[in-house]
């Protein structure tokens, strides 16, 4: 089943384009004279390039069911993969995507945790 942006995408795009251009231009005249070459992609064209489903850029929704220790999936939540030193720390873990850094500072707090336990024994 194709979704929207698949069957009307390619029509789409330009005038998204102007419409985003315009909107940026509003608050910051002259902002889009300067640019000099973009490139947008739309939801299938992420979905195409880096396989998430649907395109979606948070690899997995931001809903309360995907929060906490149901993120990535139950059981693997800790920042710790099912394969032995292999720590998780992108989008998919909790608190999720974004500019933040969280994800990858809790699961450097983890491999801390682990590398002093190690050194223990």
Known sequence: MKTRWQES???ERPAFVETMFDTID???????DG?????????????RI????EGHIFHGELAL???FFQRPAPHYADYRSPIDG???????THPGSGVSGIPGHNSARE????WKRLQRH
Do not use: M, W
Not at 35 to 47: A, C, F, K, R
Not at 50 to 53: A, E, F, L, R
């Open 65 to 67: 069911e995907q929060l």
């Open 9 to 11: 995408g390619r029509e």
């Open 26 to 32: 509003g608050p910051a005249p002259g902002f889009s």
């Open 111 to 114: 491999i801390l945790k682990d």
């Open 50 to 53: 880096i396989n998430t489903p």
């Open 35 to 47: 640019i000099i070459e973009s490139q947008v992609l739309l939801p299938h064209d992420i979905e």
């Open 86 to 92: 292999l720590y998780q720390c992108g989008a998919s």
